[in-house]
């Protein structure tokens, strides 16, 4: 079983600039992926960014240049820098980590999510 925990989630005005953190923790043997995505009112979840294991990202095309995704592996934690926010990028924020587990089969978790709202 894997436990995600997120924080950094809040208010602020356009323009300003949050950080998300993730932790995962419980049986894991290796982390493949981890990434964000987020869910406004009314709308699909859609993947904000996504890091691999040997460091490669992905970004969706609303987000580059603004937001930053990073990990540390050794405390499998996941960031995401969010910077020049706009009020569209209101919405609930979810930690995905996806990998194997202690005993060998693959694991996909969700945290919880947290909450940003941009305003404007």
């Known amino acids: 079983q894997v436990q995600l925990v997120e924080s950094g989630g809040g208010l602020v005005q356009a323009g300003g600039s949050l950080r998300l953190s993730c932790a995962a923790s419980?049986?894991?043997?290796?982390?493949?992926?981890m990434g964000w995505y987020r869910q406004a009112p009314g709308k699909q979840r859609e993947l904000v960014a996504r890091?691999?294991?040997?460091?490669?990202?992905n970004y969706a095309d609303s987000v580059k240049g603004r937001f930053t995704i990073s990990r540390d592996n050794a405390k499998n934690t996941v960031y995401l820098q969010m910077n020049s926010l706009k009020p569209e990028d209101t919405a609930v924020y979810y930690c995905?980590?996806?990998?194997?587990?202690?005993?060998?089969?693959?694991?996909?978790?969700w945290g919880q999510g947290t909450q940003v709202t941009v305003s404007s």
């Open positions: 995905n980590v996806n990998g194997v587990a202690l005993q060998l089969v693959p694991f996909g978790s």
């Open positions: 419980g049986s894991i043997f290796s982390i493949n992926a």
């Open positions: 890091i691999f294991s040997g460091g490669s990202t």
